[in-house]
């Protein structure tokens, strides 16, 4: 058994970190995420709540049986308003009761429980969208620690191997101890940058397993992702298609309509309503003073006269809730154009960073080619060189960082417009 677990941890091994792309990490996090998980429980959970409702329409039927013992020939005394005759006997029989008018208060509330639910519905989607927004932040976050890493292992490579070449030249007494200490000083500092990438590239993975619903820190290997094109359409034309599209607002607005049917079926509370009862039934053994079946029944017209003004009060109340609702929902209007137009200025910002980062690398790579001849020529000092590496190298983390920055706001920018669900 411990060979077999020894073999398949070397299996393990030899595969490496499992290959993930942006869409599957998506559809990873959509299916496991207990976030949206617990977001479609509570929309299941408020469609029943309408099937709870609609139930005050449909007949309630209920069966009783009964036995009783008594004094044969006596009466209730003291406690009861109606005294009737007391038998020994054993009866079975059912009794059904149904609502025939309320002046539609039963499908108002029925009506607010099913835009409640497909608010709940929206809420889903809104979840869902932000889970989404989440795991491309980490994936980003990802390839960009990566990016680092990579980078900071090509310099580490680049400076000790520039400091092998000056302990050479030193033991020649061609150049001094002190471009030593600087060459080894150099490739310390590169050192602790591959290091802090290093960190910085695992720290990605726990965001990135988070993100995908999962508590187990899990190492994969990113694929890259196309560049996005450049920016088009107008501002305007966005925020229009954000309004349509944001689930979000879609929710708040059906929590609108909910709150306006509650306050419809608490306006037709003071309403009458009219409703039928019925029962029937038979009895058991025989009894010479009992029939031996019975049955009746009833209509009874409910007229609400006076209560306190308790009706009135939740009225009230539920029309400014309702009101309440509505200038949520216009809250919530004015902060997708707001965050919608910085999300776009972010855009475009990042974009054109991409074109000052490349210029900014290619600077730094003709300096560093440069100062390393130069250097190698014994015009310039390792201070020159060294200060040609760190600029090169900056440059490549800010160019990473400008691309990755560039995905990540085209991101946010369609999360914004509503276009991630």
Same mark, same amino acid.
């Given at each position: 058994?411990?060979?077999?677990?020894?073999?398949?941890?070397?299996?393990?091994?030899?595969?490496?970190?499992?290959? =993930?792309? =942006?869409?599957?990490?998506?559809?990873?996090?959509?299916?496991?995420?207990?976030?949206?998980?617990?977001?479609?429980?509570?929309?299941? #959970?408020?469609?029943?709540? %309408?099937?709870?409702?609609?139930?005050?329409?449909? *007949?309630?039927?209920?069966? +009783?049986?009964?036995?009783?013992?008594?004094?044969?020939?006596?009466?209730?005394?003291?406690?009861?308003?109606?005294?009737?005759?007391?038998?020994?006997?054993?009866?079975?029989?059912?009794?059904?009761?149904?609502?025939?008018?309320?002046?539609?208060?039963?499908?108002?509330?029925?009506?607010?429980?099913?835009? &409640?639910?497909?608010?709940?519905?929206?809420?889903?989607?809104?979840? @869902?969208?932000?889970?989404?927004?989440?795991?491309? %932040?980490?994936?980003? @976050?990802?390839?960009?620690? &990566?990016?680092?890493?990579?980078?900071? %292992?090509?310099?580490?490579?680049?400076?000790?191997?520039?400091?092998?070449?000056?302990?050479?030249? !030193?033991?020649?007494?061609?150049?001094?101890?002190?471009?030593?200490?600087?060459?080894?000083?150099?490739?310390?500092?590169?050192?602790?940058?591959?290091?802090?990438?290093?960190?910085?590239?695992?720290?990605?993975?726990?965001?990135?397993?988070?993100?995908?619903?999962?508590?187990?820190?899990?190492?994969?290997?990113?694929?890259?992702?196309?560049?996005?094109?450049? /920016?088009?359409?107008?501002?305007?034309?966005? !925020?229009?298609?954000?309004?349509?599209?944001? *689930?979000?607002?879609?929710?708040?607005?059906?929590?609108?309509?909910?709150?306006?049917?509650?306050?419809?079926?608490?306006?037709?509370?003071?309403?009458?309503?009219?409703?039928?009862? #019925?029962?029937?039934?038979?009895?058991?053994? @025989?009894?010479?003073?009992?029939? *031996?079946?019975?049955?009746?029944?009833?209509? +009874?017209?409910?007229?609400?006269?006076?209560?306190?003004?308790?009706?009135?009060?939740?009225?009230?109340?539920?029309?400014?809730?309702?009101?309440?609702?509505?200038?949520?929902?216009?809250?919530?209007?004015? &902060?997708? #154009?707001?965050?919608?137009?910085?999300?776009?200025?972010?855009?475009?910002?990042?974009?054109?960073?991409?074109?000052?980062?490349?210029?900014?690398?290619?600077?730094?790579?003709?300096?560093?080619?440069?100062?390393?001849?130069?250097?190698?020529?014994? =015009?310039?000092?390792?201070?020159? /060189? +060294?200060?040609?590496? /760190?600029?090169?190298?900056?440059? %490549?983390?800010?160019?990473?960082?400008?691309?990755?920055?560039?995905?990540?706001?085209?991101?946010?920018?369609?999360?914004?417009?509503?276009?991630?669900?």
């Amino acid at each position: 058994m411990k060979r077999l677990a020894l073999l398949m941890a070397a299996s393990a091994f030899a595969q490496g970190p499992a290959k =993930l792309t =942006l869409a599957e990490a998506e559809d990873i996090a959509a299916r496991n995420h207990p976030r949206i998980a617990a977001a479609r429980a509570n929309a299941e #959970a408020s469609r029943e709540t %309408e099937k709870q409702l609609k139930t005050g329409l449909m *007949p309630l039927v209920s069966a +009783n049986f009964t036995g009783s013992i008594a004094e044969h020939g006596t009466r209730l005394g003291a406690g009861q308003l109606n005294p009737s005759s007391l038998f020994s006997r054993s009866a079975a029989g059912l009794n059904i009761t149904q609502t025939l008018f309320d002046f539609g208060r039963v499908n108002a509330l029925a009506g607010a429980a099913r835009s &409640r639910a497909s608010a709940q519905a929206e809420t889903v989607n809104a979840v @869902r969208a932000e889970t989404v927004l989440r795991v491309r %932040e980490a994936f980003f @976050r990802g390839l960009l620690a &990566r990016a680092q890493v990579r980078i900071a %292992e090509e310099t580490v490579e680049s400076r000790r191997s520039v400091a092998k070449q000056v302990r050479a030249l !030193v033991a020649s007494n061609l150049r001094s101890t002190l471009d030593q200490s600087f060459a080894e000083l150099s490739a310390a500092e590169a050192e602790l940058a591959l290091d802090r990438a290093s960190n910085e590239q695992r720290s990605a993975m726990v965001h990135l397993a988070a993100a995908l619903g999962s508590s187990q820190e899990t190492a994969y290997q990113l694929q890259e992702e196309a560049m996005p094109g450049p /920016l088009e359409g107008e501002l305007d034309a966005a !925020v229009a298609e954000a309004m349509r599209a944001r *689930p979000e607002l879609a929710s708040l607005r059906l929590q609108a309509e909910a709150a306006r049917r509650f306050a419809a079926s608490e306006r037709r509370q003071a309403l009458p309503s009219l409703g039928l009862t #019925a029962l029937g039934g038979q009895f058991g053994p @025989r009894d010479s003073r009992l029939h *031996p079946s019975y049955g009746s029944f009833g209509l +009874n017209l409910n007229i609400p006269l006076f209560n306190g003004n308790l009706f009135g009060s939740r009225r009230r109340e539920a029309e400014l809730r309702a009101e309440a609702a509505q200038q949520e929902a216009r809250d919530f209007e004015i &902060r997708i #154009a707001r965050d919608l137009r910085s999300a776009w200025i972010d855009a475009v910002t990042a974009q054109q960073r991409l074109t000052v980062t490349a210029r900014l690398l290619e600077h730094a790579a003709r300096t560093l080619k440069l100062a390393q001849t130069r250097y190698d020529l014994g =015009l310039a000092a390792i201070v020159e /060189l +060294n200060q040609a590496q /760190l600029s090169r190298m900056s440059a %490549e983390f800010t160019d990473a960082a400008a691309r990755y920055d560039y995905m990540l706001k085209r991101s946010v920018l369609d999360y914004h417009a509503g276009r991630i669900r």
